[in-house]
């Protein structure tokens, strides 16, 4: 099981989600939408259910990526027609985030998505 905690800025809202040694984000629109994610902790969530729609977009992006870039330490920077996704880190020591960009409220930075 893992705790649920909620937190606000201007215009959204964060739900926060702690377990198994992971804290995720969830920035949520004044309508309800969620518009970006992010995680830090060991491992890697499952961004297959919280990217919902846009996984196959990333998935395919992923795979294209790989093919063109040689597998390095180096932060990853995944950018897509409609979402953006960053990854640092390894097993031990993960943080990410992902968003989509039409969808920011106006009121909120990229530096708000931490």
Known sequence: GG???RGSGKGYSIEII???GMTIKEFVSSKGTVFAITWRGTG???LSLLLGSYFDEYRDGLTALKSRTPRTRRPMVLKTAHLV???VGHSRG???RAFIPALLPATISLGDIQ
């Open 44 to 46: 890697a969530p499952d």
């Open 18 to 20: 702690t377990f198994a």
């Open 85 to 87: 996704v960053e990854r």
């Open 94 to 96: 993960m943080w990410g």
């Open 3 to 5: 705790q649920r905690q």
